[in-house]
């Protein structure tokens, strides 16, 4: 790998970014730093990202990413209210497993979002990568769904999205939300092992 073509591409980046691209990098890795934490901050943290990332994203033409920013606003507001209202005897929501059941649903979930917004990106848009940007979207619908649950497995798929996004961002130009997506993969690895850590002490207590 050229790390210095990396280097100058970032250094381009950081010279032309705007300051919406700015604002929403600093609060999206914000959120996945209190995501990683579980705190409630990671809600009105990534609101404000996924807002201004509307807008960047509908601007670049990627349309599955402005759709999904868009779902992340919605899901931030109900695993706002789930994380805030856990069961009557517990005093917060505990960090959990999938079963087998929930699998089966994330994996469906990923499957007929990837074929869907595939073919409508294909079909209704002038999107120039209908594919990549449809499969970092479904990656980061199961996420977003299972991270409002409190489900470890939601870094897995945090990670899927983030490995893929990083060269995406990167051949559209937004070479600072590429490097955001570099600094999320680090997160959401050490994020993965403190929620691992987490769920084993809920188990024990």
């Known amino acids: 790998m050229d790390f210095q073509f990396l280097l100058d591409g970032l250094a381009e980046g950081l010279r032309n970014m705007s300051w919406p691209e700015a604002t929403a990098v600093f609060f999206g890795i914000a959120s996945v730093f209190y995501s990683m934490r579980e705190h409630i901050w990671v809600y009105p943290t990534g609101i404000i990202s996924t807002l201004i990332y509307v807008w960047i994203c509908f601007e670049y033409k990627l349309y599955a990413d402005m759709g999904i920013n868009a779902y992340y606003f919605g899901m931030s507001i109900y695993g706002w209210y789930v994380w805030t209202h856990p069961k009557e005897n517990q005093t917060v929501l505990?960090?959990?497993?999938l079963d087998?059941?929930?699998?089966?649903a994330s994996i469906v979930i990923f499957g007929v979002s990837y074929l869907v917004l595939s073919n409508v990106l294909k079909a209704f848009t002038d999107s120039d990568v209908p594919y990549w940007d449809s499969f970092t979207t479904a990656s980061a619908f199961?996420?977003?769904w299972l991270m409002a649950k409190k489900k470890v497995e939601n870094w897995?798929?945090?990670?899927?999205?983030?490995?893929?996004s990083i060269p995406l961002y990167f051949y559209k130009g937004l070479v600072l939300t590429s490097f955001q997506y570099l600094?999320?993969?680090?997160?959401?690895?050490v994020g993965l092992?403190?929620?691992?850590?987490?769920?084993?002490?809920?188990v024990q207590s």
């Open 94 to 97: 505990p960090v959990t497993w």
């Open 100 to 104: 087998a059941n929930g699998w089966l």
């Open 142 to 144: 199961v996420g977003m």
């Open 156 to 164: 897995f798929f945090w990670l899927l999205t983030d490995l893929v």
């Open 183 to 189: 600094v999320f993969t680090i997160l959401a690895t």
């Open 193 to 202: 092992f403190a929620w691992i850590k987490s769920s084993k002490s809920y």
